[in-house]
């Protein structure tokens, strides 16, 4: 079966470390998305990339760092300068054009410890 | 779309109840708008979608309802079950047609069904 998958489902981040959330999908589609979700709150995009080595910035960009290398994959670095990491973070596929909704993935659980 | 909002942020209701969850918009331009259920820890879901030339779209105990004029839709879930206990979005493109398709997400209501 076709799906997105994101790894791992938890993750513990200590101050001052980088980690990568990983986001597989073999629905090919072209577009690639990641939020980021806090408790009781919507959904705010970080990044999002319409194609193969392309991706743009979203509405909370800053202290992430993403790539495009594959189609397939669309793996998120939470890095040290991100002073609030703990989150829930919902990676997201779709075909890209107009008029058609995401997959999202299950999800990553990230703490600070 | 430039503004996608839920009237309710909560709503309890009894099983076998029917549920009617409410999603303003601002954009009249839009013209695709889609449903999504997410449960406790997980993702969300894909459950119904409509476009702007429908007013009513049927999907298995779900009806989504597209009132253009007062720019509202809602989601009518029948004979509410316990699984039904989720937080439910209403998403929509920011731009119709334009090559822009980032999809606009609200706040979300959560429903919680009572056994």
């Known amino acids: 079966d076709g799906g997105i998958t994101q790894s791992p489902k938890y993750l513990f981040r200590k101050e001052g470390q980088n980690v990568t959330l990983s986001c597989e999908q073999n629905?090919?589609?072209?577009?690639m998305y990641w939020y980021r979700q806090d408790p009781g709150q919507g959904l705010r995009l970080i990044y999002y990339s319409q194609i193969v080595n392309d991706f743009q910035k979203g509405d909370i960009a800053e202290g992430y760092s993403v790539s495009r290398e594959k189609k397939e994959s669309f793996p998120l670095t939470v890095t040290s300068a991100q002073k609030n990491p703990t989150a829930f973070y919902l990676c997201a596929s779709s075909i890209g054009g107009y008029g058609y909704g995401y997959t999202f993935g299950s999800g990553t659980r990230l703490t600070v410890v | 779309g430039e503004n996608v909002g839920l009237h309710l942020p909560t709503l309890s209701v009894q099983e076998g109840d029917n549920s009617i969850i409410n999603c303003a918009y601002s954009?009249?331009?839009?013209?695709?708008f889609i449903w999504y259920k997410q449960e406790s820890g997980k993702g969300p879901q894909f459950i119904i979608d409509?476009?702007?030339?429908?007013d009513k779209r049927q999907g298995q105990r779900v009806t989504v309802l597209l009132n253009k004029t007062v720019k509202h839709l809602s989601l009518q879930i029948a004979a509410t079950q316990p699984g039904d206990s989720a937080v439910y979005f209403c998403a929509e493109p920011p731009n119709s047609g334009g090559s822009n398709y980032k999809l606009t997400f609200g706040k979300g209501t959560l429903l919680t069904v009572n056994p």
């Open positions: 629905l090919n589609h072209d577009a």
């Open positions: 954009n009249s331009a839009s013209d695709y």
């Open positions: 409509i476009r702007s030339n429908m």
